[in-house]
């Protein structure tokens, strides 16, 4: 692969031909892989080839980030806008195929866009428990002269049953305080800390904390769809407890793999291109470097732009 041409300053996170070379080593065939060989693996193959491969149960949250609904290069996998009707068929032969490796308490969470969501819904109201649409705020993009920007994206949450993990305290988002107030002369709802006034905050359905990966940043990569780690962390820790089984079946650059890493969880990510593949064994040898998510400290997230993110950042 030809390298592109990067500023001196720019941290994103890619793989050469050589590393390839030498990372592919590790990745799992789908022939390879047996029942006591799947965890914490990257997994080079095709979803419903590799489903049929991991045991039945074994898997506590599946996060979906699948194609959108787009014509979307993905290296050796071009995606071309569907129907309506294709689409969702297409949804739901990769989510039956997930199915049977959820465990009973299991939770799912699926990416997608404004027009992919009422598909997404459809397939997930047939056979889950659909639990709330999750609206995040995506500041990247073009604008346009004759419509809305398109500045959101949504995630599904749903559960296999009505016995399901939600850890609300973990996922808590500690906000700077605007209006103090004090009821006599003690605050309330907000502490006064070396960094400024906040409170804890209920986690939402609208996530407006989120901060697209940059060229600064270690996190960002070339792949054209990648999500923020800080957005996985917020799915992952309310749906999942630490050594818990976290499955993405479009593993892309890996992100999902590298936050389960992180966060203490254990993870199978599966994906169909090589080189994205590589990409997340070498994220993942980053993590155990560095194991900071940014926007996430001291055990809650805070704020976009708020003091101790920044400090987090760098």
């Known amino acids: 692969m030809a390298e592109k041409k990067r500023a001196r300053n720019n941290r994103t996170t890619f793989v050469t031909d050589e590393e390839v070379k030498i990372l592919s080593k590790r990745l799992l065939k789908v022939s390879d892989v047996r029942a006591d060989n799947f965890l914490n693996k990257t997994i080079l193959g095709?979803?419903?080839?590799?489903?049929?491969?991991?045991p039945k149960?074994?898997?506590d949250l599946l996060f979906i980030d699948p194609p959108y609904n787009l014509n979307k290069d993905f290296g050796n996998n071009n995606?071309?806008?569907?129907?309506?009707?294709?689409?969702?068929?297409?949804?739901?032969?990769?989510?039956?195929?997930?199915?049977p490796s959820l465990k009973e308490n299991a939770s799912v969470?699926?990416?997608?866009?404004?027009?992919?969501?009422?598909?997404?819904?459809?397939v997930l109201d047939r056979h889950l428990v659909v639990r709330n649409r999750i609206t995040w705020e995506r500041e990247k993009g073009r604008g346009s002269l004759t419509n809305w920007k398109n500045c959101s994206e949504d995630v599904w949450f749903a559960t296999v049953s009505n016995d399901y993990k939600f850890n609300v305290d973990a996922v808590k988002l500690k906000r700077k305080v605007i209006a103090p107030y004090k009821v006599d002369g003690v605050a309330k709802d907000w502490e006064d800390g070396e960094?400024?006034?906040?409170?804890?905050?209920?986690p939402s359905n609208l996530w407006?904390?989120?901060?697209?990966?940059?060229?600064?940043?270690?996190?960002?990569?070339?792949?054209?769809?990648?999500?923020?780690?800080?957005?996985v962390a917020k799915a992952i820790l309310a749906s999942s407890d630490e050594g818990d089984v976290v499955l993405d079946p479009f593993l892309g650059s890996g992100t999902t793999s590298v936050v389960a890493k992180k966060l203490n969880r254990q993870y199978i990510g599966i994906e169909l291109n090589e080189e994205y593949c590589c990409l997340a064994e070498k994220r993942?040898?980053?993590?155990?470097?560095?194991?900071a998510i940014q926007g996430y400290f001291g055990g809650v997230f805070w704020e976009r732009n708020s003091l101790s993110e920044q400090k987090n950042d760098k």
């Open 208 to 231: 407006t904390d989120i901060t697209i990966p940059f060229w600064s940043m270690p996190e960002n990569t070339d792949h054209p769809t990648q999500k923020p780690e800080k957005l």
């Open 284 to 291: 993942l040898d980053m993590a155990m470097d560095d194991p």
């Open 57 to 59: 149960k074994s898997v």
């Open 46 to 54: 095709n979803v419903e080839e590799v489903a049929k491969k991991i």
């Open 109 to 122: 969470y699926v990416c997608c866009d404004w027009k992919s969501s009422p598909m997404i819904f459809n």
């Open 195 to 202: 960094d400024g006034k906040f409170r804890l905050t209920h």
């Open 79 to 99: 995606f071309r806008v569907k129907s309506h009707a294709e689409y969702e068929r297409l949804f739901e032969v990769w989510l039956l195929a997930l199915l």
